[in-house]
């Protein structure tokens, strides 16, 4: 069974960043893949960021954090990492992390349907 602790949330002024951080207990082969989604109130939850273990596959984004957010994973402490700059209030919603196994070289994850889901951690941006 696959665990996912999301940390690093808080509220920040527009221009500011953040650091998010997914520890995941479980073994390689079922977080293999690990991504980043978020849901803003009264929207649908929407994909952030997506990457694999040992970057095998490169990693993906979403055009609205192109640039601005960065992916990472420190695979010897199993923990995701999402590094986020030059936040907008559009940026305000839950995150959430997300881990699957190599399905679709990651696709599976990346469409929104992994096989595990964290239970967020809150970021706010005001304007």
């Known amino acids: 069974q696959v665990q996912l602790v999301e940390s690093g949330g808080d509220s920040v002024q527009a221009g500011g960043s953040l650091r998010l951080s997914c520890a995941a207990s479980?073994?390689?082969?079922?977080?293999?893949?690990m991504g980043w989604f978020r849901q803003a109130p009264g929207k649908e939850r929407e994909r952030v960021a997506a990457?694999?273990?040992?970057?095998?596959?490169?990693?993906l984004y979403a055009d609205s954090v192109k640039g601005r957010f960065m992916i990472s994973r420190d695979n010897a402490k199993n923990t995701l990492y999402l590094q986020m700059n030059s936040l907008r209030p559009e940026d305000t919603a839950m995150y959430y992390c997300?881990?699957?196994?190599?399905?679709?070289?990651?696709?599976?994850?990346?469409?929104?349907?992994?096989?595990?889901w964290g239970q967020g951690t809150q970021v706010t941006v005001s304007s």
């Open positions: 997300a881990a699957d196994r190599a399905t679709d070289r990651c696709g599976r994850l990346w469409t929104g349907s992994p096989s595990y």
């Open positions: 479980g073994d390689t082969y079922s977080t293999f893949c």
């Open positions: 990457g694999s273990y040992s970057g095998i596959y490169s990693p």
